[in-house]
């Protein structure tokens, strides 16, 4: 970042002296009033809750502008990365910031390939779940107790230790999503297949059994590659905050991936696909197209608590461009399948018409953000609904890594410990119980 010619000026109606704060611009975006020193100079602190107007740290991973519904990994669109690359060029893409080349990726590929497996052990850890818990439950649980069988690679501060955990994280969920997945199907864990591609090999390990032969699809499983590619980074996103503010306190990077799975199963951040899908079967089982017009009613009064689940974005001020994707992938999806009469599809398609159409949304520029159409392509794979949100874990692995890296490698990084507005009690004391 570098500083900019402007500064701010922060003066007070009440005669406190004003003071210079320094304004730094990025490569694109809107530059940076560095508070930093506003406490010791003042006194007093900003107040973000929500951090709408505030930048937790600089990036070059991914930018988006929101206004245009654009968005890019390492300065690349993701509508070219999504029909040019795969997910393992866009994993060393986000992790080392340039796309390979063919010698590159294919070696990048193997590391990825030949960490798949996990410690047997791990297995023991799902027979503590009931078989109905949810997959997410399991994953936040799996995710942390990986730290457990690498103490060869812990330290965050070895960019050694930084590289293999990367590695081994992005290896191995897939293997911990579909173990989840078959937990829940009491059906026998499978194997990855090194022969296979990172797609290919969680089909494999989600849907083939030991009892016969399992052939990948290969438009599904160009389908599964996209939905990795859509979902890996997405600057400094709920759960992608958490996983810096956890590694801030230099834990190991399996504990700080965790938190970051805790953080996204919430409906707000990726637990929205599930919940968009359980929204549109609702409204099919209620009635379907002939019931949206009521619906929407129930979205617009404030006082029925219903959203429209997988619109609208706290950045996107315009279409998701991954939305846009994520639609096409599901057309293409359901055509190989033979279900172009999806009815959910037809219903996800027709409920966003209306709301594009409708001022409530136009007003607050609501469109279909990465989750509106994310669980229908999903489902018509055969992925039960709650496992959307591992799907989603499973491809943001990558992003929350490199993000913690660039944290970790910057020289500046500190420990995160954000301040507050205090409006408790003031300090009394206390009283013998005998008198309260
Ligand atoms: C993800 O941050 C990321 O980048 C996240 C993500 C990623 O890749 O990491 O993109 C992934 O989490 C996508 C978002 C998935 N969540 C959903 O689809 C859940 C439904 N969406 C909303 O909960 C909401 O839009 C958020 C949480 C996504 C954004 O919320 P904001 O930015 O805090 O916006 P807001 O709640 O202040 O909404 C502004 C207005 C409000 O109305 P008013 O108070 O102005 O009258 O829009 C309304 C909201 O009530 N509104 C909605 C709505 N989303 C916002 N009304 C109905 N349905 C919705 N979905």
Redesign the pocket.
């Known amino acids: 970042m570098k500083l900019a010619d402007n500064k701010a000026t922060l003066s007070f109606s009440d005669g406190k002296p004003s003071i210079d704060l320094p304004v730094y611009q990025g490569t694109v975006g809107p530059d940076v009033i560095d508070i930093r020193k506003l406490y010791g100079q003042t006194g007093m602190f900003t107040y973000d809750p929500?951090f709408?107007s505030t930048a937790s740290c600089q990036s070059a991973i991914t930018y988006?502008d929101g206004d245009k519904g654009e968005l890019l990994y390492r300065g690349y669109p993701i509508e070219q990365l999504a029909t040019n690359c795969d997910f393992m060029e866009t994993c060393h893409l986000l992790l080392y910031g340039n796309l390979p080349n063919a010698e590159g990726k294919e070696s990048f590929a193997k590391r990825v390939t030949n960490h798949t497996m996990v410690n047997e052990q791990m297995q023991f850890f799902l027979r503590g779940f009931r078989r109905d818990a949810h997959p997410m439950a399991i994953m936040t649980g799996l995710v942390g107790a990986l730290s457990a069988f690498y103490h060869d690679s812990t330290d965050i501060n070895n960019p050694e230790h930084r590289e293999i955990s990367a590695l081994r994280l992005i290896a191995k969920m897939p293997t911990l999503v579909a173990m989840a997945y078959k937990y829940s199907m009491g059906q026998p864990y499978m194997y990855p297949k090194n022969n296979l591609s990172y797609a290919g090999n969680f089909m494999h390990m989600m849907f083939a059994t030991p009892c016969g032969e399992y052939v990948v699809n290969p438009v599904i499983e160009r389908a599964m590659d996209r939905i990795f590619i859509l979902?890996a980074?997405?600057?400094?996103?709920?759960?992608?905050s958490t996983v810096r503010l956890c590694g801030s306190s230099g834990t190991n990077p399996f504990a700080a991936i965790a938190a970051g799975v805790a953080c996204?199963w919430g409906?707000?951040?990726?637990?929205?696909?599930e919940?968009?899908l359980n929204m549109l079967e609702d409204i099919q089982r209620t009635g379907g197209i002939a019931k949206v017009g009521e619906f929407m009613e129930q979205?617009?009064d404030?006082n029925s608590g219903?959203?429209?689940?997988?619109?609208?974005?706290?950045?996107?001020k315009n279409y998701?461009p991954?939305a846009k994707l994520m639609q096409e992938t599901c057309k293409e999806v359901l055509a190989e399948l033979g279900l172009e009469n999806d009815p959910l599809f037809k219903l996800a398609m027709a409920l966003e018409k209306i709301a594009l159409e409708d001022e409530?949304?136009v007003s607050?520029k609501?469109y279909p953000?990465?989750?509106?159409y994310s669980g229908i392509v999903q489902r018509a794979i055969g992925i039960p609904v709650n496992m959307f949100t591992g799907v989603?874990a499973l491809a943001?692995t990558v992003g929350w890594i490199a993000q913690l890296n660039e944290m970790i490698s910057d020289p500046e990084y500190k420990i995160g410990r954000p301040r507050q507005l205090f409006t408790g009690s003031v300090k009394r004391d206390v009283l013998p119980i005998s008198q309260r």
């Open positions: 929500g709408l988006i979902h980074d997405h600057e400094q996103n709920a759960s992608t996204l409906p707000a951040h990726g637990g929205a696909n919940a968009c979205v617009k404030k219903v959203k429209l689940m997988g619109f609208g974005h706290r950045v996107y998701d991954r409530y949304f607050r609501l953000n990465v989750d509106f989603f943001r």
